[in-house]
């Protein structure tokens, strides 16, 4: 049976910094056994996602929750509370409903302080691990049967009513997200006609929208190194563009650090024009992705082709020109001699910067893409390397298994962004001494993962900012350096050293705080804003050469509302306990963020949110930063606009509920239905209350807050409804742990500022 293992090292092809704490993967253990009512349990949970997944496209996580119930079991349920209409909400009540919260989820909360869970939802992972381990011939040698028959229910669970497949699992079918699942089914071992009439309805899908020659162009990247593409059907990717000096804005070293990570090795394996192994499911496939016969393409008009169900982004004129002139002008030069002797330089380039990617994230690599890619690479470079053996077991770090099947994560887990929200939510409800255990293990973790070196050598050579000091966002051993993570991270270590050593454990040392804080100031950008990993290092223009039709905003890094007001927050909160190191700095950062914040609102009042969904989560941060920098209510136009958008979005019944569709379309878009969202609810509520809602009318808190404790389910935990994340403007992301952490915040915040404040 499939078990969770918290911190699991145990390969001698296995890297860490810390014993690897934080790390959580799923293993087959044909060894243990279950009860009879536990594979029940499982089965049943399976069985009812399956009958419902057109309806529910979210897993609840349950296989997770149903290891810990049993390992951790919470001793005693309290009664479940509900609050009708007619009555108030009473502070026994929400202590209550806190409390049944909290006894949860201290028991799914890992033994090394963090809190597991699905960090699923893009659909286009997967497939890129599949296609590599198949090329590689590793795929049996690293996917057990279960593994495989795991990620075989994942792909038909989450295939569209239509046939084809998303982009992320709530999203219509795309040519991208159809192509390359059907293919991934295929080379896991089903067949043309296998899962009852799906793959059927799949490859009809295909076909019914123009055949793979439509796909966008990573997916023609995948399906050119499986074989089943022809390079000549690509828009060029020279690694040359490595060799170009520095100061040019088109250098790669200035885009955004997981563009150029992802680009990095498709360079390389579009300047080598690998193919893998023509095996006999290729052949097939080139048979069965097309409209006409393979050798019939016409590879250079596919080149621009793009169905327009993916089209998020589509091609400028001036792109389309550049890579007609790349691919009749230079590549035919590069490709042979003497031209050829750069190319191999270039290749050569390309590969040494793969490889510190991979050593200095202990081969977890930044993300899946680049992860499956440099994979790749290392093994096209030598397949017998150390560095593809090292690769290997890092693969299970991006597996997460629930009931809809298993899946390739967005990252190796939110660990760190996790736990630090979730100290910051136990701390808000006042409930420091009861649920003290909880938080030893949390700040534990937190102290463990913080990044203690910067990466070796030059850092200017390999394009990298300093890390030293800074939270990333899963685990010590990924290390990457992002500027909310370490301000979360940082915010939520002040407020666990102002609590006594006997509840919650030793605090950071102070140089310690000395070095997030300068890892924040040192990401400030000109405009006074915060990107995520870097300062913004070319300019916006750059957009126009976005290659990715699927994704929006991915060339540079831009600043975000959300990475400004953490860092406002946090160094708010640090002031306070350190008014004496580099107070003028720390002021003057202050000052600039504060007004990019109040520069980039909306003309409705909103922020738009680049990370969650979408203009409620933005909201949350623009009104927390501006109030932490001192702005006030009265004296803040930003934050009275601000507050009479959230208080125009909230639904008949107390709540808020906000669609992804926000994100994509840019415009505030409610949930099918105006259904509500127990996160969407519980920003608005940390919005207001932070606001001074309650000072001038506590009565729409009031019904947000009937809501969230109506909304808790018998065992303390709370529902998982649609999903909550994005990137790139278009494609969602799965946060499993929000659903508990914001109600569990929202409502500590109104039982102490707005309950008791109004009774003392």
């Keep these: 049976m499939w078990r969770l293992k918290i911190a699991a090292g145990g390969n001698p092809w296995l890297r860490t910094t810390n014993n690897h704490i934080g790390r959580q993967v799923w293993e087959f253990d044909p060894t243990l056994t279950l009860s009879p009512r536990e594979i029940e349990e499982i089965e049943n949970a399976r069985r009812n996602f399956t009958e419902n997944r057109f309806l529910f496209k979210h897993s609840a996580d349950l296989i997770m929750r149903m290891q810990f119930e049993k390992d951790n079991p919470v001793p005693e349920v309290l009664p479940q509370v509900k609050v009708k209409e007619s009555e108030e909400v009473t502070e026994e009540a929400v202590a209550a409903t806190l409390k049944r919260a909290l006894n949860f989820y ?7 302080g963090h809190w597991p869970g699905d960090y699923g939802g893009p659909m286009f992972l997967l497939p890129g691990l599949v296609i590599t381990l198949s090329i590689t011939g590793a795929l049996n040698a690293v996917l057990s049967d279960e593994h495989k028959k795991e990620m075989i229910r994942y792909l038909y669970n989450h295939q569209n009513r239509d046939g084809g497949w998303g982009l992320h699992i709530e999203g219509p079918s795309t040519m991208f997200g159809s192509v390359l ?9 089903e067949g043309p006609n296998d899962g009852d009439g799906a793959m059927d309805k799949g490859h009809d899908w295909i076909l019914n929208h123009g055949s793979a020659t439509m796909i966008t162009s990573w997916g023609k990247m995948w399906l050119s190194v499986l074989g089943v593409f022809e390079w000549s059907g690509n828009n060029p990717m020279p690694p040359e563009m490595w060799l170009l000096p520095y100061l040019l804005p088109v250098h790669p070293g ?8 992802v680009y990095l090795p498709m360079s390389y394996l579009y300047g080598k024009r690998f193919v893998g192994p023509i095996t006999p499911i290729v052949l ?15 590879w250079n008009q596919a080149r621009n082709l793009c169905a327009k169900e993916d089209l998020y982004y589509p091609h400028p004129l001036v792109q389309d020109a550049l890579w007609a002139l790349l691919d009749k002008a230079a590549e035919p030069v590069l490709m042979h001699w003497p031209g050829k002797k750069l190319r191999e330089q270039a290749l050569h380039t390309a590969m040494e910067h793969m490889h510190y990617e991979d050593e200095n994230t202990r081969y977890i690599c930044i993300g899946p893409v680049n992860k499956v890619l440099n994979m790749l690479c290392c093994w096209v470079e030598d397949p017998n390397s150390e560095a593809f053996k090292l690769h290997l077991p890092r693969i299970q770090d991006y597996l997460w298994l629930a009931e809809d099947g298993m899946k390739m994560q967005g990252y190796n887990g939110s660990q760190l962004w996790d736990t630090s929200f979730a100290v910051q939510a136990i701390i808000s409800t006042k409930l420091v001494e009861e649920y003290g255990p909880t938080l030893r293990k949390a700040h534990a973790y937190i102290k463990n993962s913080q990044v203690l070196e910067d990466c070796p050598g030059d850092l200017s050579f390999w394009y990298r900012h300093i890390s030293k000091g800074a939270w990333p966002f899963s685990t010590a051993d990924h290390g990457w350096p992002i500027s909310d993570c370490t301000a979360e991270g940082l915010k939520a270590a002040l407020l666990l050293s102002k609590i006594t050593p006997e509840i919650v454990g030793e605090p950071l040392a102070a140089n310690r705080f000395y070095d997030a804080v300068n890892v924040i100031l040192s990401l400030q950008n000109g405009d006074g804003g915060f990107a995520t990993y870097e300062l913004t290092r070319s300019y916006s223009w750059l957009e126009l050469i976005n290659p990715a039709e699927t994704f929006g905003d991915i060339v540079i890094d831009y600043p975000y509302v959300e990475c400004t007001s953490a860092a406002i927050q946090a160094l708010v909160s640090f002031k306070k306990l350190y008014p004496g190191h580099r ?14 914040i109040e520069s980039i609102q909306e003309k409705d009042g909103s922020w738009y949110g680049s990370w969650g969904v979408c203009f409620t989560y933005g909201t949350w941060f623009g009104i927390n930063g501006l109030v932490a920098a001192g702005k006030f209510f009265n004296d803040n136009s930003s934050i009275r606009k601000a507050c009479d958008f959230l208080l125009s979005k909230q639904c008949s019944s107390g709540g808020w509920g906000e669609s992804y569709l926000s994100c994509q379309n840019k415009v505030y878009s409610n949930l099918e239905g105006n259904k509500t969202h127990v996160v969407n609810t519980a920003w608005a509520m940390l919005a207001l209350i932070e606001a001074g809602q309650a000072e001038r009318d506590p009565e729409p808190l009031h019904r947000a807050a009937r809501f969230l404790i109506n909304s808790q389910m018998e065992n303390g935990d709370f529902p998982q409804q649609e999903i909550m994340g994005v990137f790139n403007r278009n494609c969602m992301i799965t946060y499993a742990a929000y659903r508990d952490i914001f109600p569990i915040w929202a409502l500590g915040e109104y039982r102490c500022r707005v309950l008791q404040a109004k009774a003392s």
């Design 583 to 596: 107070q003028e700095e720390i002021e003057r950062c202050i000052r600039k963020a504060t007004k990019f």
């Design 106 to 112: 201290s028991s799914i909360q890992a033994h090394d």
């Design 181 to 189: 699942n059907y293919v991934s089914l295929r080379l896991l071992g």
């Design 254 to 261: 200035r885009m955004w650090c997981h563009c150029r990570m």
């Design 284 to 298: 097939s496939l080139r048979k069965e992705l097309f409209t006409v016969p393979y050798h019939e393409i016409d």
